[in-house]
């Protein structure tokens, strides 16, 4: 298996990049947004592992940042729209070269407040305050008519590029590829730094870190900063594919369904999240063609999942072939 | 001697609900001096190291550091002040490697560790310095092994290793000989004594031999309190030593 | 009196939450499982007994019915999947409850549909009775916070006076000693965990005539009683007590007086925007501040 990693790492680069091409000739339009919807979750899920799988941070609230991504992105397409500003200061825009770093700076403020205040727990409380304060920003948004409330924003296009016509699907489908690409370089930089080492060395062990003088929740706290710009960028490509926010972004099912892909791809591995968010969307997609009650059968299976075998799908093929870690 | 006591502990105090652990123990340590803690099992021992280095607060008492008072700084600033510790339970990051956890306390001396894109496997330097403890402790061949897949005498000395790159003025060891065999023992005796020049040992033991060999001091700590503090000589001939270890009226 | 009237409504909802966290903060703090499917054994009391209580009109079996299929569904679930997670880390647990929510719900909606049921006040409880002059109050909920509290009630003495409660306090803090002394450990989880299905079943079956019997309906309370442990502290039945009546009456206070305090100072549709938002956070808000003064909660006592 791992003489074969180079291999398979870069057969996946060339389908991935090929998969225009592909799609195109085999007529299957469909996989251009799946794949597309793929690679924004994978970001999402990358993200999300980055504190889950690294730091052993069990964050059920991480759909919150996905939707502060979104309605950063959508919020100011509205005012780009109606030629107002936002609160009266902030004019609107459709530059994706703004939007894009902007969604990604707010979801890192929001990710530091909410963050500095569930790192002050952990274990089963951590969890549920996640959980709760991403639900509590669902109902800010619920009730925030001017946006849409309930109902959502639309946008009327996407944002655009100043050198490619972000309309095409093909192209948003290569901004996307070319983001996660970057996404998985920067979590793989991270991982493989002191930083990464002490984050997981506090996964293993905060008792043991604290005795070789390293204070865990600074370190912590950065990291969540950093999962929730990644969640928050993921957001924003997302109300760019779909043209449309709403708060279900963030609803907790979401989170859920986040935390899934990075079970499903393998806790803690780097193709992980990548693996799982296709396995996820993937599975989503055809299930919904069988049946209409698909979530049905996703739960069982990740009742099954998770009650049978240890570390995913990875774990899964791991297991199969008979290598033990 | 000249100056304040290395560690000066004065009337500390720790209960757990209802259970005294510790009743007002005070005790001076000098530097360079191996000071042993012993005791009957449950006597608080291990209450009390986790006092000196912070993981726990004490209900009343001080506890100065080359005269300054640390009692209200966090476990972490007092590693910084030279307070380093070993786990009668060993606490070991069992996923890496016997490598990256001394790596770890290396780095943790060097400053912050807010370095996010440069491998940590290219820092040659820490590298260095925690394949040195290694080698003190005599776990250079097993560097690159899991700790998950280390002997419990192998996460001993381990232990060890970690405490030692902290490059403490106190070393606190909690039972470092529990749970090695004799041979190991022997080697661990043999790596504390060639310490000795170097920094200032406070020890945890149930083994008198070793005990015996290293210590400069030796108290005994009895329900949370200080039986007698002494010599080698005086403990062993103490009857109260004695009675406490062999129960009353067995003199 | 409308300030009286919605401090009682505070109450009620305050009571019912407690139902849901004592459940949820006993199963945490002895078992140590976090078990994110106590929404749905809510959904299924209320469920039930809203079938039953449409078939046959009958109060006494609308209730027993409702508090059946709560404890039923709970053994069930101990047995199939809670039992092998004991072991498991809180990852596994917070995915396998996941699951049974996601496979909890879509049964449901499988089963009776999208439409929310609602229940017919039982006779004889839909009346008002006058509490003060001017202060008339539904006996139902009147009926609900009586209930309420004579469970809390029942719960202290069950805790702090019987054999099950000791075992139950001791197994909190010393679970493998209480197994060491040859306790069948496994069985007082199960009951444990019936206690907890019942408890939130009963809250379900309080709770279907006042509110619409939905699906989702369980995530909504189990959230909130997630703020409610975390003000109480985690395993404390005592802060689940107070941190739900807290929670209820500031929930239901801030949605009642929030806007007309902002109308004060901004125009009308501005302040009932902004005040419905805000109103919808307070609870969040409260237990942010809780976090900042005590991490642990309220009835825990720090380290
Ligand atoms: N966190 C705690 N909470 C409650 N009681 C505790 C706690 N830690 C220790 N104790 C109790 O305090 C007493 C002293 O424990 P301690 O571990 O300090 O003993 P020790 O001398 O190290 O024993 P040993 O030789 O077995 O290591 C024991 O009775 C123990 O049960
Ligand atoms: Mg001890």
Redesign the pocket.
């Known amino acids: 298996m791992r003489a074969l990693r180079p291999a398979l790492l870069a057969l996946l680069i060339v389908l991935l990049l090929a998969l225009p091409v592909l799609s195109e000739a085999l007529r299957q339009p469909a996989a251009i947004g799946l794949a597309t919807q793929v690679l924004i979750y994978a970001i999402a899920a990358m993200s999300l592992n980055l504190i889950l799988g690294y730091g052993g941070m069990i964050s059920f609230g991480h759909a919150a940042f996905f939707g502060i991504g979104g309605y950063v992105t959508g919020i100011l397409y509205s005012h780009f729209a109606e030629h107002s500003a936002f609160l009266g200061l902030v004019p609107g825009t459709n530059d994706m070269l703004i939007v894009l770093p902007l969604a990604m700076l707010i979801s890192g403020l929001m990710a530091a407040i909410i963050g500095a205040f569930c790192l002050r727990t952990n274990g089963v409380q951590f969890i549920m305050i996640t959980l709760a304060f991403a639900q509590m920003l669902f109902f800010l948004f619920v009730s925030l008519k001017t946006y849409g409330g309930d109902d959502g924003l639309m946008m009327r296009r996407r944002d655009v590029l100043p050198f490619l016509d972000t309309r095409n699907d093909t192209n948003f489908y290569l901004v996307c590829l070319t983001l996660a690409g970057l996404w998985l370089a920067v979590t793989r930089g991270v991982v493989r730094s002191k930083f990464g080492l002490v984050l997981g060395g506090l996964r293993q062990n905060e008792q043991r870190m604290e005795a070789i003088g390293i204070a865990p929740y600074p370190y912590k706290l950065v990291a969540f900063i950093i999962a929730g710009m990644g969640a928050g960028l993921a957001g924003a490509l997302m109300a760019n594919y779909l043209r449309f926010v709403s708060p279900g972004m963030m609803n907790w099912t979401r989170s859920g369904d986040l935390m899934m892909m990075v079970i499903l791809g393998g806790v803690g591995t780097l193709m992980g999240p990548l693996l799982g968010a296709a396995a996820f969307v993937i599975l989503e997609s055809w299930l919904t063609t069988l049946t209409e009650n698909w979530q049905f059968p996703l739960g069982l299976l990740l009742l099954a999942l998770v009650l049978f075998t240890n570390g995913g799908l990875a774990g899964l093929l791991d297991r199969l072939w008979g290598r033990t870690r | 001697m000249n100056g304040p006591p290395l560690l000066k502990v004065s009337g500390i105090a720790k209960r757990?609900?209802g259970?005294v652990?510790t009743d007002h123990v005070s005790l001076e340590q000098n530097a360079g001096e191996v000071h042993a803690l012993i005791?009957p099992?449950?006597?608080?021992?291990?209450?009390?190291v986790n006092l000196l280095c912070g993981s726990l607060r004490p209900d009343a008492g001080t506890i100065k550091l080359d005269g300054a008072d640390i009692g209200h700084l966090s476990t972490v600033e007092r590693v910084h002040r030279g307070l380093s510790r070993t786990f009668?339970m060993t606490q070991l990051l069992l996923d890496y490697s016997v490598l990256e956890n001394v790596q770890l306390a290396v780095q943790s001396q060097a400053g912050h560790s807010f370095r996010f894109f440069k491998s940590a496997r290219y820092d040659a330097k820490a590298m260095a310095a925690a394949m040195a403890c290694l080698v003190r402790v005599g776990l250079c061949e097993r560097a690159k092994v899991r700790v998950a897949d280390l002997a419990q005498g192998e996460r001993k000395q381990l232990e060890l290793a970690i405490a030692l790159a902290a490059k403490p003025r106190l070393l606190l060891l909690d039972?470092p000989m529990a749970g090695l065999s004799a041979l190991d023992s022997q080697n661990m005796v043999a790596l504390l004594q060639s310490l000795k020049t170097e920094t200032t040992i406070f020890i945890?033991e149930?083994d008198m031999n070793a005990v015996f060999a290293l210590a400069d001091r030796i108290s005994v700590?009895v329900n949370g309190r200080i039986l007698m503090s002494g010599t080698a000589a005086e403990v062993k001939a103490s009857d109260d030593v004695r009675r406490a270890y062999l129960g009353e009226g067995d003199v | 009196m409308l300030f009286l009237e919605q401090l009682l409504n505070g109450v009620q909802l305050g009571v019912t939450l407690f139902l849901m966290a004592s459940g949820l903060t006993l199963i945490f703090g002895i078992m140590g499982v976090i078990n994110l499917a106590h929404g749905s054994l809510y959904m299924i009391g209320a469920y039930a007994s809203a079938l039953i209580a449409a078939a046959t009109g009958s109060v006494a079996l609308a209730l027993c019915g409702g508090l059946l299929a709560a404890g039923l569904a709970g053994f069930l679930i101990e047995f199939f999947v809670i039992r092998r997670l004991y072991q498991r880390g809180h990852l596994d647990q917070v995915l396998a409850t996941f699951a049974l929510i996601l496979i909890i719900n879509q049964s449901a909606t499988m089963l009776f549909g999208r439409q929310p049921l609602f229940v017919k006040m039982p006779d004889g409880l839909n009346g008002f009775v006058t509490l003060l002059p001017g202060l008339v109050y539904p006996i139902y909920r009147l009926g609900v916070i009586a209930v309420g509290l004579s469970v809390a009630c029942g719960l202290f003495l069950l805790i702090n006076e019987t054999r099950v409660g000791m075992l139950v306090r001791a197994g909190a803090t010393h679970r493998e000693m209480v197994r060491a002394l040859g306790v069948n450990i496994n069985r007082l989880y199960a009951m444990i965990f019936a206690l907890g299905a019942l408890l939130a079943g009963l809250a379900g079956v309080l709770a279907s005539p006042i509110i619409a019997v939905q699906v989702g309906m369980g995530e909504q309370v189990l959230i909130l009683a997630f703020v409610v442990v975390v003000i109480g502290g985690v395993g404390s039945v005592r802060g689940a007590f107070f941190g739900a009546l807290v929670a209820g009456i500031v929930d239901t206070m801030m949605r009642a007086f929030m806007p007309g305090l902002l109308r004060h100072v901004l125009s009308g549709p501005d302040a009932d925007a902004l005040g419905a938002g805000l109103a919808s956070v307070g609870v969040y808000l409260l237990m942010a501040l809780v976090l900042l003064l005590r991490p642990k909660g309220l009835f825990v006592r720090p380290a």
């Open positions: 757990f609900d259970l652990a005791g099992n449950g006597a608080g021992k291990s209450t009390f009668q039972e945890v149930h700590l």
